[in-house]
């Protein structure tokens, strides 16, 4: 993941339609051998790495509990995590071999996740007024907060 001061000049002419069609889109972006790259998702249930010059898709992973509706690069861009259904999972980046089976699982839907600045940590928060925070490494939620409906 960038720190915000290099953003991927190709990233304004990213063709999403091609991979996913219409509906919901997600996009994280991450350099890798000196190249951009996006991971990308949507409710056809494909997760994507994409390069951004020529718009190629170098690897796709198929979602197993409908659709993805959320990536996030970790900060070392080695990572992605992404909502599947009612999980969080995690891959490598950008071969996306999947490096857990499941992080966690909410009882009801997850809409973001994010990780933390020193990417030891993934939060994530949905449709159950909670956020969940889970150490990446141990595979654990670490802590539940409680949140109004109306806050999330």
């Not at 190629?56 to 409908?66: D, N, P, T």
């Not at 259904?85 to 994010?114: E, H, I, M, N």
């Amino acid at each position: 993941m960038s720190d915000g001061k290099e953003a991927p000049a190709a990233l304004h002419s990213l063709q999403l339609n091609s991979c996913h069609g219409a509906g919901h889109v997600s996009v994280g972006w991450f350099k890798s051998e000196g190249t951009w790259n996006a991971v990308t998702s949507g409710a056809d249930g494909k997760l994507a790495i994409r390069q951004l010059r020529g718009n190629k898709e170098l690897k796709i992973v198929q979602a197993e509990h409908g659709a993805f509706s959320c990536v996030a690069v970790n900060p070392d861009s080695t990572m992605v995590a992404a909502l599947d259904g009612q999980y969080v999972k995690t891959w490598s980046v950008p071969d996306l071999q999947p490096s857990r089976s499941a992080v966690t699982r909410f009882v009801q839907p997850p809409r973001c996740c994010c990780w933390s600045k020193d990417g030891t940590l993934i939060t994530a928060a949905g449709d159950e007024s909670a956020v969940k925070v889970i150490t990446a490494k141990e595979n654990k939620v670490g802590h539940t907060m409680a949140a109004a409906a109306h806050a999330l």
